[in-house]
Structure formats: structure tokens, C-alpha cells
């Protein structure tokens, strides 16, 4: 299969499963939700694919997609919120929030959610493109 058409499948998988994460969290989504979580989907899953093998600890692939999801978060709230005035979410009543768009709760959250994102990413490769079965080194 196209590289780039297993991209827009695991882009879209992403983007579908974080906009409904996103309903059964808060009880509504917008559609830029599905766009930041299938670039956010997509964006760990290849720096795992390129920057991480099996015996790299999992811990540290977690923290490089915490990085990856508070950063991309930020951009897309900065943008969204900040100059277009959306408003799609404000984290400024929470402590330890930047301009309201994250903070460390939020950044908390991402490094847990990191996980399943991961495995459900090498999974989607394993068994809709037949590619090597993933293995991870929990410590």
C-alpha cells in the first residue's frame, strides 16, 4: 500500500478516535479536534517508527510524545483560541496553564494517553498493513 494513503488512514483513525475520546471526556468535540489528533496520532507514531526501537524504553517514547502533543496543543490553541477567538477550550483556571492553551495537567494527561495511542498506532500498522509486530520494553 501508498505510504502516503497509510498515512491518511492512520491520520484519520487518530482523528476520529481523539475527537470521540473528546466527547466521552467533555461531552462535545470541534472539528479541529479531529485534525490535532490525527497530526498528533501520526506525528508519534513516526517519530516511534524512526527515532525508537524495541529496546528504548517506553518511558522515554512517552515523554517525547507528551513534548510532541503539549507542543502541537499549544500551537493549534494559540491559533484557534488566541487569534481567532474560538475558544475551543481554556485551561487558564487551571494552575501552572500558558495563556490558557496548556498546562501541566493537561501535559500530565498526554504522557498517560501516550501508551495506548502508541500500541493502537503499531497495531494499525501490524494488522491493516501487515507490518512487523510490535514489541515494547516496559522497563
Not at 33 to 43: A, N, Q, R, W
Not at 110 to 131: G, K, T
Amino acid at each position: 500500500m501508498n505510504r502516503l494513503v497509510q498515512l491518511l488512514v492512520l491520520f484519520s483513525i487518530g482523528g476520529i478516535s481523539y475527537y470521540f475520546i473528546e466527547i466521552l471526556w467533555r461531552g462535545y468535540s470541534h472539528i479541529s479536534m479531529f485534525i490535532l489528533g490525527g497530526l498528533c496520532f501520526v506525528t508519534i507514531g513516526l517519530v516511534r517508527e524512526h527515532y525508537f526501537t524495541p529496546e528504548i524504553q517506553i518511558l522515554k517514547q512517552l515523554a517525547v510524545s507528551c513534548f510532541i502533543i503539549t507542543v502541537l496543543e499549544f500551537i493549534f490553541g494559540f491559533i484557534l483560541n488566541v487569534k481567532l477567538g474560538l475558544g475551543i477550550w481554556d485551561y487558564s483556571g487551571l494552575k501552572f496553564n500558558f495563556m490558557g492553551q496548556i498546562s501541566l495537567v493537561s501535559s500530565i494527561v498526554w504522557f498517560f494517553l501516550s501508551l495506548p495511542a502508541i500500541i493502537f498506532y503499531d497495531y494499525i500498522r501490524y494488522w491493516l498493513f501487515r507490518e512487523k509486530k510490535p514489541s515494547y520494553k516496559f522497563i
